[in-house]
């Protein structure tokens, strides 16, 4: 069967109105994670309307991210704190990995989670994360949480592999390569077909590449806050 691609073009909207919709806050033409959950917002289309709509969804000096085929063009009661592209990556083959042992994570492990997204920065992880897909991870031999991934957006036929880091006093240990091959392994094993986001200049990217994935294409990330 072929699949859809087209719907990754505007993930956000395709999760939130298809496996994520329970999560969905939604306002006319726009639509939005609860602020807990994520910063991840969308409009059905860019126009006025849409973001007058996500402006009565988002709260004074809170921040919303918008992934977009393409480029924005944000009204003046908007400020736009980052406009930039990042590469949308999609994995159809066997992913190549090293299996470790893994833990699944629960809301009990959401502190340790939040320290290490805190020092490694892998993008917005939030106390509710977690609520969005199953999350991994590796602890050392102590028992302390120092690698982890998991699965962000589920549309349709895809599923985002998102928040993946590993401390930096255990890194070159593969552990994000073991941890993103078994989810990879895990979501073709459903049939259904992992995707990523990534900056082009990240050097993970060739780490993805090795894994398995392929860029599909780039598209457009943007930050705003209300003025």
Same mark, same amino acid.
């Given at each position: 069967m072929t699949k859809n691609y087209f719907v990754l073009d505007h993930p956000v909207w395709n999760a939130l109105t298809s496996a994520h919709q329970t999560m969905a806050r939604a306002n006319g033409l726009a639509i939005r994670y609860p602020n807990a959950v994520s910063p991840l917002a969308a409009l059905r289309e860019p126009t006025? #309307?849409? =973001?007058a709509d996500l402006h009565a969804l988002v709260g004074s000096g809170e921040i919303v991210g918008l /992934?977009? $085929? *393409? %480029?924005? *063009? /944000? %009204?003046d009661d908007w400020k736009v704190l980052l406009a930039r592209p990042i590469d949308q990556m999609i994995c159809?083959?066997? %992913?190549i990995f090293s299996p470790i042992r893994l833990m699944r994570l629960t809301d009990e492990d959401v502190p340790e989670m939040l320290a290490l997204t805190a020092v490694t920065e892998p993008g917005p992880f939030l106390a509710g994360t @977690? #609520?969005?897909g199953h999350y991994f991870g590796v602890r050392s031999n102590t028992g302390r949480l120092v690698a982890m991934a998991g699965q +962000?957006? *589920?549309?349709?036929?895809? @599923?985002? @592999?998102s928040a993946v880091c590993t401390h930096p006093e255990f890194r070159g240990n593969g552990y994000a390569q073991s941890l993103v091959g078994s989810l990879c392994a895990q979501i073709l094993s459903e049939g259904k077909t992992p995707i990523l986001h990534v900056k082009t200049e990240n $050097? $993970?990217?060739?780490?993805?590449e090795k894994i398995g994935f392929n860029v +599909? +294409?780039? /598209? #457009? =990330?943007?930050v705003l806050t209300p003025q």
């Open positions: 006025p #309307q849409a =973001f /992934v977009t $085929a *393409e %480029p924005l *063009e /944000v %009204p159809t083959a066997t %992913p @977690i #609520q969005m +962000r957006m *589920e549309l349709g036929e895809f @599923i985002e @592999i $050097a $993970a990217k060739t780490l993805y +599909r +294409r780039a /598209v #457009q =990330f943007t």
